[in-house]
Nanobody
Framework: QLVESGGGLVQAGGSLRLSCGAS????????LGWFRQAPGKEREFVAG????????EYADSVKDRFTISRDNSKNTVSLQMNSLKPEDTAVYYC?????????????????WGQGTQVTVSS
């Protein structure tokens, strides 16, 4: 029901924009989030946005470099990633949380995409 796109290979300092589209149901009342998982590491929170878009939260490691946004009319959420670093290399997942608050833990999210690979070369 959630499908990510936009991943790829980019040089350090470059930019990528990830998108996540939903099908089968409307996620306009859900909080939406982006997580990432690097090889050998646990899945970690990257950014989240409330259903209205008024509240956004970011991991400290991506603050001021990444921007999350959503378009409820299109049932999509995006992640603009600028000034990418090799340590941003991971599989990126979008997720939907039926609760109102923006959660940072994986167990708080009900629906997940299959992930898209982002590789940042040095």
């Amino acid at each position: 029901q959630l499908v990510e796109s936009g991943g790829g290979l980019v040089q350090a300092g470059g930019s990528l924009r990830l998108s996540c589209g939903a099908s089968g149901r409307s996620f306009s009342t859900y909080s939406l989030g982006w997580f990432r998982q690097a090889p050998g590491k646990e899945r970690e929170f990257v950014a989240g946005i409330s259903w209205s878009g008024r509240i956004t939260e970011y991991a400290d490691s991506v603050k001021d470099r990444f921007t999350i946004s959503r378009d409820n009319s299109k049932n999509t959420v995006s992640l603009q990633m600028n000034s990418l670093k090799p340590e941003d290399t991971a599989v990126y997942y979008c997720a939907a949380d039926s609760r109102a608050r923006v959660g940072r833990a994986t167990y708080e999210y009900d629906y997940w995409g299959q992930g898209t690979q982002v590789t940042v070369s040095s």
